[in-house]
Nanobody, 126 residues
Framework: QVQLVESGGGLVQAGGSLRLSCTASGRTLSTFAMGWFRQAPGKEREFVATTGRSGVDTYYADSVKGRFTISRDNRKNTVYLQMNSPKPEDTAVYYC???????????????????WGQGTQVTVST
């Protein structure tokens, strides 16, 4: 079992920056690919970013490419999502997730992730 806990959410102005963290307990994160997803009110949960076990491989949704960066520190059992220049449409609950799938390409499907955090709210104001 893996327990994931997100932190770092809150209110941020458009054009600012925010860093989300996801810390794991129970098992080492180095055996999982990791992903960030988000869900806005009334919408489906959508893929944001993913990274392989070492952090070398990354992939982003087109809507955040060039603005968000996913990274990981396996020594700290933590994954990050750096959000630069956020927009109001980035407002959502952000979830981190762990997948046992080996990286053979971007892991974008929710169904590929086995463990999920409880989510952290990000609100981007104009």
């Amino acid at each position: 079992q893996v327990q994931l806990v997100e932190s770092g959410g809150g209110l941020v102005q458009a054009g600012g920056s925010l860093r989300l963290s996801c810390t794991a307990s129970g098992r080492t994160l180095s055996t999982f690919a990791m992903g960030w997803f988000r869900q806005a009110p009334g919408k489906e949960r959508e893929f944001v970013a993913t990274t392989g076990r070492s952090g070398v491989d990354t992939y982003y949704a087109d809507s955040v490419k060039g603005r968000f960066t996913i990274s990981r520190d396996n020594r700290k059992n933590t994954v990050y999502l750096q959000m630069n220049s956020p927009k109001p449409e980035d407002t959502a609950v952000y979830y981190c997730a762990a997948s046992p799938t080996r990286w053979a390409g971007p892991i974008k499907l929710k169904e590929s992730y086995e463990y999920w955090g409880q989510g952290t709210q990000v609100t981007v104001s104009t």
